[in-house]
């Protein structure tokens, strides 16, 4: 058999103490080459070296494992342009690893939508997440250990390989015990309502979903709300302009928004038309459907319900200057149009949709201009809003900033 090693794949898992309700894992895939090869696009011949190191690294919470945030950096890619992808790790923000976990990382990240060792790597990342849970917990001390018995949930042994399957004898003794299978209930450490404006691309969804994932909240996405009926109005062949038809529409729609895997699935009379309502003439034309008064006010009763059942992070472009006047809490997040742009693309990309630069830069800037001049709940910086501009940060600055401010917000309610 030849020996003449021409290849290696590496992937190294580590976990760092993060708290005693977090911890941090970090992942890197490594693929070399240790012979010379001839690119595949360009033709031309490299030296032997790494081809691939790409290095991903993710908060999870404690005892549920719910990633709060993720990102990728990739020092080593053969093409430049793989480096535009490093952002779909943001997808599997809100993913709890439990049973599901591996079919929603694919369905999240699969084919064009993120990047194939991206991929495999927080696969491989997740399962290792589940190890280190149980390493954090015997490596406590006796009277800690105790303490924090009630926070794993043994039952997820079962199944994960042949020593532990149902029909065996390790499986038949763990759950043979009297209620050995314990559902972590999250308590928020605030319930206020949270409000995150501003314009297309400053990145309202991403942080508003990371930020409510963090502080145990529910994200609602009022966006969706109006892209919904935009969709529908389309189909039916409403005009956009049609005030009167469309607040019935909305009116008489059931819509239910669920926060899942990761995701907001939006669900109007048992169609899920989550991928739907994301495409970019949707997206314009939600602008327009929701500048008609009428419309904003039959959805009005639907975004404050859900107030009414706990704390809430909530984004769009009205949130604490209409809909949450008295929110706890507003946020205004601005960014730079071309940032906001480049933003815009990369996430169409990680959907598979190539679009030109320059067009989605006009469509932005359009955008802006309807939301802003429109004569109902125009785009405003709510009174008492903190200010951030998104322009050069990471996620993590971002919602790292209003953290602080929730969590000033909780000192104070104990006060």
């Given at each position: 058999?030849?020996?003449?090693?021409f290849?290696?794949?590496?992937?190294?898992?580590?976990?760092?103490?993060?708290?005693?309700?977090s911890?941090?894992?970090?992942?890197?895939?490594?693929?070399?080459?240790?012979?010379?090869?001839r690119?595949?696009?360009?033709?031309?011949?490299?030296?032997?070296g790494?081809v691939?190191?790409?290095?991903?690294?993710?908060?999870?919470?404690?005892?549920?494992?719910?990633?709060?945030?993720?990102?990728?950096?990739?020092?080593?890619?053969?093409?430049?342009?793989?480096?535009?992808?490093?952002?779909?790790?943001?997808?599997?923000?809100?993913?709890?690893?439990?049973?599901?976990?591996?079919?929603?990382?694919r369905?999240?990240?699969?084919?064009?939508?993120?990047?194939?060792?991206?991929?495999?790597?927080?696969?491989?990342?997740?399962?290792?997440?589940?190890?280190?849970?149980?390493?954090?917990?015997?490596?406590?001390?006796?009277?800690?250990?105790k303490?924090?018995?009630?926070?794993?949930?043994?039952?997820?042994?079962?199944?994960?390989?042949?020593?532990?399957?149902?029909?065996?004898?390790?499986?038949a003794?763990?759950?043979g015990?009297?209620?050995?299978?314990?559902?972590?209930?999250?308590?928020?450490?605030?319930?206020?309502?949270?409000?995150?404006?501003?314009?297309?691309?400053?990145?309202?969804?991403?942080?508003?979903r990371?930020?409510?994932?963090?502080?145990?909240?529910?994200?609602?996405?009022?966006?969706?709300?109006?892209?919904?009926?935009?969709?529908?109005?389309?189909?039916?062949?409403?005009?956009?302009d049609?005030?009167?038809?469309?607040?019935e529409?909305?009116?008489?729609?059931?819509?239910?928004?669920?926060?899942?895997?990761?995701?907001?699935?939006v669900?109007?009379?048992?169609?899920?038309?989550?991928?739907?309502?994301?495409a970019?003439?949707?997206?314009?034309?939600?602008?327009?459907?929701?500048?008609?008064?009428?419309?904003?006010?039959?959805?009005?009763?639907?975004?404050?319900?859900?107030?009414?059942?706990?704390?809430?992070?909530?984004?769009?472009?009205d949130?604490?200057?209409?809909?949450?006047?008295?929110?706890?809490?507003?946020?205004?997040?601005?960014?730079?149009?071309?940032?906001?742009?480049?933003?815009?693309?990369?996430?169409?990309?990680?959907?598979?949709?190539?679009?030109?630069?320059?067009?989605?830069?006009?469509?932005?800037?359009?955008?802006?201009?309807?939301?802003?001049?429109?004569?109902?709940?125009?785009?405003?910086?709510?009174?008492?809003?903190?200010?951030?501009?998104?322009?050069?940060?990471?996620?993590?600055?971002?919602?790292?900033?209003?953290?602080?401010?929730?969590?000033?917000?909780?000192a104070?309610?104990?006060?």
């Amino acid at each position: 058999m030849a020996d003449r090693l021409f290849f290696t794949r590496n992937i190294s898992i580590e976990a760092f103490e993060n708290g005693p309700d977090s911890f941090v894992i970090r992942g890197t895939l490594t693929d070399e080459r240790h012979l010379p090869f001839r690119h595949y696009l360009s033709g031309e011949m490299r030296e032997p070296g790494k081809v691939h190191d790409i290095i991903v690294e993710m908060e999870i919470s404690m005892p549920e494992l719910r990633i709060v945030s993720a990102q990728s950096r990739m020092p080593c890619v053969p093409n430049e342009n793989c480096r535009e992808i490093r952002g779909c790790v943001e997808k599997v923000v809100g993913l709890s690893i439990k049973r599901g976990f591996v079919k929603a990382v694919r369905d999240l990240l699969g084919g064009t939508r993120g990047c194939l060792h991206i991929t495999q790597l927080i696969l491989t990342m997740g399962s290792a997440a589940a190890q280190a849970l149980w390493a954090f917990h015997s490596s406590r001390g006796a009277a800690e250990r105790k303490a924090r018995s009630k926070d794993l949930d043994a039952a997820m042994l079962v199944n994960s390989c042949w020593l532990w399957r149902p029909d065996g004898p390790y499986a038949a003794k763990l759950l043979g015990k009297k209620s050995p299978v314990i559902t972590p209930v999250i308590t928020p450490v605030i319930t206020p309502v949270i409000t995150i404006d501003g314009p297309a691309g400053s990145g309202k969804s991403t942080i508003a979903r990371l930020l409510a994932a963090k502080l145990g909240l529910t994200y609602l996405d009022t966006g969706a709300l109006y892209r919904a009926v935009a969709l529908l109005a389309a189909e039916k062949g409403i005009a956009p302009d049609d005030g009167k038809s469309l607040a019935e529409l909305a009116a008489g729609l059931d819509i239910g928004l669920k926060e899942a895997e990761g995701k907001t699935l939006v669900v109007v009379g048992g169609r899920d038309i989550s991928d739907e309502i994301r495409a970019e003439k949707i997206s314009m034309l939600a602008s327009a459907v929701s500048a008609r008064p009428e419309v904003r006010q039959a959805l009005l009763p639907v975004q404050r319900s859900f107030a009414r059942k706990g704390g809430i992070v909530c984004e769009g472009r009205d949130m604490g200057t209409v809909v949450f006047p008295d929110a706890q809490l507003k946020i205004y997040l601005d960014a730079d149009i071309s940032e906001r742009a480049r933003r815009r693309r990369l996430e169409l990309a990680g959907r598979g949709v190539e679009t030109d630069y320059e067009t989605i830069k006009a469509e932005i800037a359009r955008r802006d201009r309807q939301d802003m001049d429109r004569g109902v709940a125009p785009l405003r910086v709510p009174e008492g809003a903190v200010i951030i501009d998104t322009t050069g940060l990471t996620i993590q600055e971002v919602t790292g900033a209003i953290m602080r401010h929730a969590c000033n917000l909780r000192a104070n309610s104990k006060q």
